[in-house]
């Protein structure tokens, strides 16, 4: 123990020096004093520090002002994790009574945590203490314990590690129980008390801040500005209509009215596909447009004809008796809500029968599993696009906190996609919700829930038992009727009726067209069939409501098929890449913006994780999918660069599954795509494709411009254009190896030579690099030529949004990620080695190169004699295993050892173990350097020796990804 005390007194010291003396001493990390703040875009935020010091402490105490539910939520999976070991007290006031008294009931369900009020006086404190068996680490600043707090809004907080006898951490403790033992501890009793006095206050505050709503104009947020300048100039180019794709709750019929008012039409038609929502609309539109506007309802139970604003279902409308009652040009302007149920024959009758001056087509989910082309019945004219990523980091939706629970085992069998009906509705089951339902809770008084389903059955079968257990609930299905469903929904949302309801059981009738605005809890009882019908599903609870602080959303995950759609639906990520796949379910709390949060239980995670490893991402089905769902928005086939400019498939799937973007056209659009190419104009498009345009290095894809434009001078062109255009000499080393590898003498091995052999684009003669004849006589294709280019703009183009924040002197980006033959190449090396040469690192004799790669962890299964322990000490220390039979005085360990003397330059790349197979790629993490430390040691179950070596990194690992790379 003293040992270790002595250590760690040596630790405080050193991190004290870098804090406030030096930033490049040396120290352990974690006990640096540092400045705490939210920045997504850097990987912070004040939640994960404060969730990573509880994971690790043994006690804790919170001493804050004000508390929310929200803060609370946010940190319960930390809290109930630790609970069996951690014991804490926190410590609040009931001062200018902001503390919502449903908050203070949350603090109660706490096991192992104290909780005390302090009631004499004002109370302004923000500090959170954290102790384990030898120091404490106290974070003191801003931050209240509120989601906007803890994730989103500017915040400062000092992080200081000390020992127990440091005055700072006595006096602040010492300060702590003067505080705690003058406060009174909370109870239910004092919560009811305290209720009393805390509603006549609210009562009052909102009586002072009541108004009549005509006090209000209402104006557009910066997205529908944006929306509406599109439309404006939509119309001003003579276009007739359009299509805006909004998420869930972003406001798109407040859109639509703010637009009606801005063209002025006479008349005006607004469609919907159920009759819940048309007052609702009629609503939003008074509210715009002023209370005196003539409206009326067209539906099953209305029959309102003579108006200007008709708000009508499409059933209704539909109807050849109805329809004709009116003239086709009697509508100016026309809207269609959920406009991706267009493709139906009513939509399509009453689209082709009338002419208005413009058509708006509103949606969230354009892309229709079924496949039809909504785009073309809004003439591919796509007004706007936010979508739930855009529209949570403008603040326009309620923040969620998402919840993946790991579904209960039933007899020994986990809930899958082929459970028996029993395993559903058993009591074991039921109570594993129950449970879970009421840990998490949700904002506000009461629950108002929505719980997805597998089946109506099971619907019916759950809201029965739930009603057993004294919950009041009930099942809907398409079997209901429009009034038996406005009912059930107006009971849901009821604080009045006696009758209220806490749940509504359903399978799919509310994945759209319905809105239930205070919505608190959503429960996903079955397994995730489509990113589309997930985002529908989440969406309902995601609009914003009067004292709605968030809505909590619970996915009890199951062994289900299709897990791994979970994250790429929750994070928006469509490139398909597992290894974003799984940084978003271990890191997706430093992802996702605003104050949303996402949380996996261990079981959960693993389960998803699973799914990712066996789920082929390179699909053709896949990539069709995301192709025909672009081509039918754009209306013709796209381009390559309109993969990334509409956030569809990273167009790097393509390459590497169809060879070229142009022989999948090939291939599976044959209708429209009638171009053909040679096997050896395949082969030099395939090349290009997977060779050049992932944009990690500019130098390749100018020359290869050049070489298709110029031709005769193209390479004094690729020089001048490098340095006009980016700023960039071309060395004469980086220009060696460009040529290597448009000359087809970069090959990793003869057969990929061999098979390449027709992709020598360059050659030399008279010591002057030329375009090789037979490439030059091919470029006679103007076809051929066009998709070249094309490939190279987007190399061009994923360059600049993606590669050219450079590293020092280096082509590489810090954070990005390279293969084995990526770093060959960008280090400007003669050849290009093959993987199991390298071994985990090699030296360059030539560049003076020495780039380390590391899988952090690795495969229990794997042979004793690489089971290496690399190992990461803190962001900035890495511990490095040596080759198998090797020693200090070993040549690769000389060359390490010397490194610094001989310019040796040490390069670092490190990727988790399970990486995507496709692209088996490394994060790079800059320069590092020999530490001095070499120990030898035996590895264990063999005679092999094998050599420790200790690191400095330059740069220390950003926190987020330090975090995803180290934690199991």
């Known amino acids: 123990m003293e040992n270790i005390m002595d250590r760690i007194k040596t630790d405080l010291l050193d991190a004290l020096q870098t804090g406030f003396i030096n930033t490049k001493y040396d120290s352990v990390e974690s006990l640096r004093p540092k400045l705490l703040y939210n920045n997504i875009k850097r990987g912070s935020t004040i939640l994960a520090n404060i969730q990573r010091e509880l994971s690790k402490c043994n006690e804790f105490w919170f001493s804050v002002a004000f508390i929310t539910q929200s803060g609370l939520i946010v940190l319960k999976d930390t809290l109930k994790a630790i ?86 951490i006595q006096e602040t403790n010492l300060e702590f129980e003067i505080m705690w033992n003058n406060a009174e501890t909370l109870t ?86 159920r009759e819940l929502i048309l007052k609702d609309a009629e609503r939003s539109f008074k509210n715009v447009l002023g209370k005196e506007i003539k409206s009326g309802i067209l539906s099953g139970s209305s029959k309102q004809y003579d108006v200007d604003y008709m708000f009508s279902t499409i059933s209704m409308m539909s109807k050849d008796d109805v329809m004709t009652k009116f003239n086709r040009d009697h509508f100016d302007y026309i809207i269609i809500d959920e406009a991706h149920r267009s493709g139906a024959n009513s939509y399509k009758k009453i689209i082709e029968y ?51 629970i790991s579904e209960l085992e039933v007899e020994n069998e986990t809930i899958s996609d082929n459970s028996d009906f029993r395993y559903l509705v058993s009591d074991d089951r039921i109570n594993h919700i129950i449970e879970k339902i009421e840990f998490y809770g949700y904002s506000g008084d009461r629950a108002k829930g929505l719980v997805f389903c597998n089946s109506i059955k099971e619907a019916k079968e759950l809201s029965n038992k739930f009603n057993l257990r004294g919950y009041k609930t009930i099942a809907l299905s398409g079997e209901n009727s429009e009034s038996e469903r406005a009912d059930a929904i107006d009971r849901l949302e009821s604080d009045t009726r006696d009758d209220y309801i806490e749940y509504i059981f359903t399978v799919d009738i509310f994945n759209e067209g319905v809105d239930i605005p205070s919505v608190n809890q959503i429960v996903m009882l079955r397994p995730t069939q489509s990113a589309i019908i997930f985002v529908q599903q989440l969406g309902r609870g995601l609009r914003k409501f009067k004292d709605k602080e968030y809505v909590v959303v619970l996915d009890f995950i199951g062994n289900y098929t299709n897990n791994y759609l979970i994250p790429i639906a929750l994070s928006g990520d469509r490139s398909y890449n597992k290894d974003n796949i799984r940084r978003y379910v271990a890191e997706g709390n430093r992802i996702i913006p605003g104050c949303s949060t996402v949380n996996f239980d261990k079981i959960a995670r693993e ?85 050049l345009a992932n944009g990690k290095r500019i130098h390749d ?222 994060y790079f993490l800059g320069e590092m350097y020999f530490a001095g430390d070499m120990k030898e040691f035996i590895m264990p179950n063999t005679e092999a020796s094998a050599v420790e070596i200790s690191y400095e990194l330059e740069n220390p690992v950003r926190e987020d990804i330090y975090d995803y790379i180290t934690e199991q």
């Open 701 to 922: 894809l100018v020359v290869m411009k050049n070489i298709v434009i110029n031709k005769d001078n193209f390479l004094s062109n690729a020089i001048d254009e490098l340095k006009s255009e980016f700023g960039i000499e071309m060395t004469d080393t980086v220009l060696r190896n460009v040529i290597k590898v448009l000359s087809n003498e970069f090959a990793v091995n003869s057969t990929e030579k061999r098979k390449n052999a027709n992709c020598k684009f360059i050659d030399e003669c008279e010591g002057k690099y030329i375009v090789n004849p037979k490439f030059k006589k091919a470029l006679s294709d103007k076809n051929l030529e066009y998709e070249i280019l094309e490939v190279v703009e987007y190399g061009i183009r994923k360059y600049k949004a993606a590669y050219s924040n450079k590293y020092k002197d280096t082509e590489f980006n810090l954070y990005k990620k390279y293969t084995y033959e990526d770093v060959c190449k960008l280090l400007n090396w003669s050849t290009n080695v093959v993987a199991l040469n390298i071994g985990g690192y090699k030296y360059d004799e030539e560049t003076n190169t020495f780039p380390i790669f590391i899988n952090y962890n690795k495969d229990e299964n794997i042979n004793d004699t690489i089971k290496y322990e690399d190992r990461f000490i803190n962001s900035k220390k890495l511990i490095a295993i040596s080759k198998s039979k090797r020693d200090k005085n070993s040549k690769d360990m000389q060359q390490i050892i010397n490194a610094q003397k001989n310019g040796t330059r040490i390069f670092l790349f490190v990727r988790k173990n399970k990486d995507d197979s496709t692209s088996k790629e490394f």
């Open 607 to 691: 389960r998803i994780y699973e799914k990712i490893d066996k789920v082929k991402l390179n699909s053709v089905s896949i990539i069709k999918k995301e192709y025909f769902n672009l081509k039918y928005k754009l209306g013709r086939i796209p381009k390559l660069i309109d993969f990334e400019k509409y956030g569809s498939l990273d167009a790097e799937r393509i390459f590497q599954t169809c060879n070229s973007y142009p022989e999948f056209l090939m291939k599976y659009d044959k209708d429209d795509y009638k171009i053909t190419f040679d096997d050896d104009a395949k082969n030099q498009l395939a090349f290009i494709s997977n060779k």
């Open 188 to 273: 239910k009793e004092w919560i009811t008390e305290y209720e009393k006095h805390f509603r006549k206050n609210k009562n009052k505050r909102t009586e002072i801040r009541t108004y009549s709503f005509d006090d209000f104009k209402i104006s557009p947020n910066v997205m529908q500005s944006k929306a509406l300048e599109s439309l404006s100039n939509l119309r001003k180019n003579g276009k007739n209509k359009a299509l805006l794709i909004s998420a869930t709750g972003t406001g798109k019929t407040y859109l639509s009215a703010f637009d009606v008012k801005n063209m002025k039409p006479k008349r005006v038609l607004f469609l919907v596909h």
């Open 354 to 404: 009338f002419n208005p001056k413009f058509m708006l087509g509103m949606t969230a989910t354009p892309e229709r599993t079924d496949g039809f082309d909504i785009y073309t019945l809004f003439d591919h004219n796509i007004a706007y696009e936010i979508r739930l990523q855009d529209a949570l980091e403008e603040d326009m939706l309620c923040p969620f906190h998402y919840f993946g």
């Open 83 to 168: 609970e069996g070991y951690a014991k804490g007290r926190i410590l609040t006031t009931d001062y200018l009574m902001f503390n919502d008294p449903n908050a203070l009931r949350e603090l109660l369900k706490l096991k192992n945590v104290e909780v005390k009020v302090y009631t004499k006086g004002d109370f302004h404190t923000k500090g959170y203490m954290f102790k384990d068996d030898i120091k404490s680490t106290f974070i003191v600043g801003s931050a209240n314990l509120t989601q906007n707090a803890l994730k989103q809004s500017k915040e400062w907080g000092i992080q200081v590690s000390s020992l127990d006898e440091g005055e700072l």
